[in-house]
């Protein structure tokens, strides 16, 4: 039997961010053990189609969206390329929200802004007796993140070890040059690089001329407006990120960009 | 301080159309402001895969599915190729329903329909001071649609400008002849036409041969089961639009049809 | 008017699967519907990308999230290569579940796990006089699984035919030899076959090698970590089929395998 000692500080939301896509029973059965167990769940979905295996990417998309949801979320985090080896499944409590994620850095970016104030380990068994050796998901990640959004935090085990923390935004800066590497691509084709402008802003400014290699000399420009339609631009985006676009058009398609590939851009 | 005059005739339901797709964080930003401005917001999802930047698209998906939603719905539609430019951020009340949208003829179908009886403009600082350049789908029009759902219209100015509305149906009609464009291609290949099946059943009936340019005769069918698996005919499609499909295939592919494109139909 | 006659063990979940994809108006009108009807309905998605038209794939993915839902949940799975012909539009009853469905086999799967314990018909006019020719979805299966969530049941006829069953999992067992079949291909391309585990267990064992025609000698593993990355496995994957994979790669592209496709195991 659980013994429910209520945490503070919890609504019934849990947000899903996954890799598993949108074509299969991976999400609803995700969806149905959740509402098995907290029948006042408010399920809320982020994407589920991360680029697949991406921790980067699922790092990236937890970023651009966590804080814009209500204090007491349950963020629900499953890209883990590693299930069912030992990474450990966690639960993270910040002042705000609650975290269930695998231990592989999918957490990284939200931790630059948020400290972890309690940290905890899924026991394998949460659930059922012998989980899955594919689906975690389901079996585990599903039920910690029902039960966390209930705050019952004692079916867990305090955890402590290190939490993994991937050096995401790092890029080189050399004079005015800088190599950083792509990390994501949105559905329009944008390329957001691992740069955020609040870094160079002192050396970049609006309307300035920057060039990227392989693609040539672009403005840095606040609205897409500014650019014609199928101009090449270098925008500021709505999180902070330096990203190359195309007006109305698809600038990863245009330019043969994927996620990690380097960028040079100088000045 | 919010004052609150509450507008009688919302659920709250927020029914939601972007191109915004479903791998990025956007409308997970989006459902998060909702719901930190209306905890008990019921969002409810169209359709987030319009082909990128296409109003007319937009216009189509939220004519064949609003009619269908409870009285006092909200409808959240960002399909917002001029984000940065000029155009404004509205809110249009219906007898039925509020429409949050920018004002770029993307309710143009549906204003067929319904009656405008209150229309609003949403200020640019509704939810933050400074609102991104390229995101007014969080920054705004989320925020208008959560505080519309709400009941709560003095957060809106008052719009006397004019809606927007592009001429999405026309067709050019001679004698037993039409040229009509294409304004929807569905998930199966099925090519809608900018053709109401309404506006032509005295010429053509069902059973009739039309000739379709490029493609060949096909009959005017009801029942996709009226084709043999693989045939090719013209169906009167479920919100009335004349359409053309294959039986279990793609039509699209087959033809190498895509939105705008041109067709002509003769009998 | 309607007589309310309670039937008990409902839930207002209503867990929807459809090949209609997610472009379209077809589940915004589907939702829009449901809520009309049963305003308190809490929709959850399983899946609308079920390969169009395919049968068995929605009977695959449905078997793969039902049971890790509440009981009294109401299934509504509209997977409809027959709509607008003779096939009928039914309800079924288990001791657990409720299932909204065309009659034609998509249950299949379901009923090898629960028994039927009430069979209905829904009426053509559930919803409206004249419903469309090619959407059955929005004008009969919605509004007939909205009124199963609210325990309705005296808006159906009673039901006397038989339940279609596909024999989906049939394969060819020779000696050391098994002839099966692609019952799914999942996001990430890993392939299902037409063989549970249970049934060979006691002749495959895990660690043991299997030589699977036009794509060599592999192991069937327990872990995806058994595997390097880029390494082709056998597993029991998360409902008890055999699959074959690809470490953090796509089985299905590498071998070109796809539903339907015939594979024979020897070892």
Chains 1, 2, 3 share one sequence.
């Not at 959740?34 to 006042?40: A, K, Q, R, T, V």
């Not at 160079?200 to 420009?221: A, P, Q, R």
């Not at 109305?248 to 040079?264: F, P, S, T």
């Amino acid at each position: 039997m659980i013994h429910m000692k209520k945490n503070t500080n919890t609504t019934s939301i849990i947000a899903l961010i996954t890799d598993f896509g949108d074509k299969d029973f991976y999400v609803g059965a995700m969806r149905g053990v959740i509402l098995s167990i907290n029948p006042n769940a408010k399920i809320v979905d982020i994407s589920h189609n991360i680029e697949p295996f991406s921790v980067i990417s699922g790092a990236y998309v937890l970023y651009g969206a966590y804080k814009y949801f209500p204090k007491g979320t349950t963020f629900l985090i499953v890209v883990d390329p590693g299930v069912g080896s030992r990474r450990e499944a966690i639960v993270i409590k910040t002042r705000n929200y609650s975290f269930v994620a695998p231990n592989n850095g999918v957490l990284s970016l939200v931790l630059m802004e948020e400290s972890i104030t309690e940290k905890y380990l899924i026991p394998e068994n949460i659930f059922v007796k012998k989980p899955s050796y594919t689906f975690h998901g389901r079996d585990i990640f599903a039920p910690a993140a029902a039960y966390a959004s209930m705050g019952v935090y004692d079916v867990f085990e305090e955890f402590r070890g290190d939490i993994v923390t991937l050096d995401i935004l790092k890029y080189k800066k050399e004079g005015r040059a800088i190599k950083a590497h792509v990390i994501n691509v949105d559905r329009f084709g944008n390329v957001a690089l691992s740069v955020q402008y609040e870094d160079v802003k002192k050396e970049i400014s609006y309307g300035k001329t920057v060039s990227i290699k392989g693609i040539g000399d672009v403005k840095l420009i606040r609205y897409f407006s500014e650019l014609s339609v199928g101009e090449t631009g270098l925008i500021v985006n709505s999180i902070g990120f330096l990203e190359i676009c195309v007006r109305e058009g698809n600038a990863a398609k245009r330019y043969g960009l994927k996620l990690g590939d380097e960028v040079l851009l100088t000045w």
